[in-house]
């Protein structure tokens, strides 16, 4: 049976979450003149210290892919800061279609700019130098197979992202891992909600920075799972302003919320230090966050909340020995040892591996002259994926 992405929840999917702020909250906003008191709305901008943090930088020159139903490239917020991205049903630039928002709400909490005079209006997001690279994986209003998020996160990679944020409820796929380990090889960090009402099966996955979300008093939203293990950042994401149409505003809910605000605060931290790898960038945000709940960190709060200002400014990184300041939980600290043995053991390693793997080629090579049928093209990047989910 194919794996499929769970259920439509609030503050996961567009038309949910519009429905839903919409009916409760729409009022604090009412369309266009209310983008001033968007920006007196967003509370993580003072809970996070973001003016702090856009003195050290703001971004510039990282790509942060959103995989999600499409950004609108010409909200006001976001205009100039979305690139074409991609619709891996047709492999043509992404668009949206009519209720889906979600993206876009995503893509401005992460690279907003605001509009108006001097930018003051609208929403400002985390990093607000930084590019949105939408991974459209959305059709007919449905998110199809689970298959789609690991086809999107290839796709990212292929399109250069320094950043994947994916901020939905997904269940398992069997190819997932191998997404995630293409994109730890590659240096990409990927951060994941943790899920609503329900538990997502990204979290848990190595590779992942599940996130879930906090209300402006500092404590869990109760929409929020907690992160799934011991590693993970808690972040504002509680009644958080998004754009719900080119000039409406409402506040939205959710760990789709606080994973777009972690994932702005990657991209800040991957424009100040660009040689971290994925390991080293979660590394300084968890050495960094507030710890929450019990002494140390947890599989409720991970490590605890975001701290963006105290990561950016960490003084232990320098540009001369970025690769040895964070070191990856498997680094082993070995001294005084003999390394002649050393030497000898890889050539003797490698000569057997070479071995082999001349072998394993010949055999190959018989197999395929014996049958002539043309190998598949690049299945990691289809054009299109079947969706069964409609």
């Known amino acids: 049976m194919t794996a499929k992405i769970s259920a439509p929840r609030p503050a996961y999917l567009a038309v949910l979450v519009v429905a839903f702020v919409m009916g409760v909250a729409i009022a604090a906003f009412p369309g266009t003149a209310a983008a001033d008191s968007v920006r007196d709305q967003s509370w993580q901008l003072t809970s996070l210290h973001v003016a702090d943090a856009h003195k050290i930088t703001r971004g510039a020159g990282v790509v942060v892919a959103v995989i999600d139903d499409g ?3 010409d909200h006001p917020d976001l205009v100039g800061n979305v690139l074409p991205g991609i619709d891996i049903y047709t492999g043509k630039p992404q668009g949206i279609e009519n209720g889906e928002y979600h993206g876009t709400e995503m893509a401005a909490l992460i690279a907003g700019h605001g509009h108006g005079p001097g930018h003051r209006d609208g929403v400002l997001g985390i990093a607000p130098d930084a590019k949105i690279l939408p991974i459209k994986i959305s059709r007919d209003g449905s998110l199809g197979d689970a298959n789609n998020v690991t086809v999107a996160i290839r796709w990212a990679l292929h399109l250069g992202a320094d950043v994947i944020s994916i901020s939905l409820a997904v269940t398992y796929d069997a190819d997932l891992p191998d997404a995630l380990a293409e994109a730890h090889m590659k240096g990409v960090p990927v951060v994941v909600g943790a899920g609503n009402d329900r538990q997502s099966a990204l979290p848990i996955l190595d590779g992942t920075v599940p996130v879930m979300a906090l209300r402006q008093d500092g404590t869990i939203d109760p929409i929020s799972q907690g992160v ?3 590693t993970g950042l808690a972040a504002p994401g509680s009644d958080l302003p998004v754009p719900t149409g080119r000039d409406t505003y409402a ?3 959710g760990t789709s919320m606080s994973t777009a605000i972690v994932a702005g605060g990657f991209a800040l931290a991957r424009a100040q ?7 080293q960038l979660a590394a300084l945000f968890y050495r ?6 019990d002494p140390g960190p947890d599989i409720i709060h991970g490590n605890g909340s975001l701290n963006i200002v105290d990561a950016l400014a960490d003084s232990t990184l320098t540009e001369s020995s970025p690769a040895t300041a964070l070191p990856t939980s498997s680094a082993v600290s070995v001294t005084n040892f003999d390394s002649s043995w050393l030497l000898t053991s890889v050539l003797i390693v490698g000569f057997i591996v070479v071995t082999l793997l ?3 080629a010949a055999l190959v090579g018989i197999r395929r002259r014996g049958n002539r049928r043309c190998a598949p093209g690049p299945a990691a990047l289809p054009s299109r994926t079947r969706s069964t989910t409609r």
């Not at 230090?273 to 390991?279: G, M, R, S, V």
């Not at 960094?288 to 709940?293: E, F, I, K, M, N």
């Open 71 to 73: 950004v609108q490239t």
């Open 228 to 230: 799934g293990k011991r």
């Open 251 to 253: 506040p939205g809910t």
């Open 273 to 279: 230090f660009p040689k971290l790898t994925a390991d």
């Open 358 to 360: 001349a072998v394993v």
């Open 288 to 293: 960094h966050a507030t710890d929450l709940g």
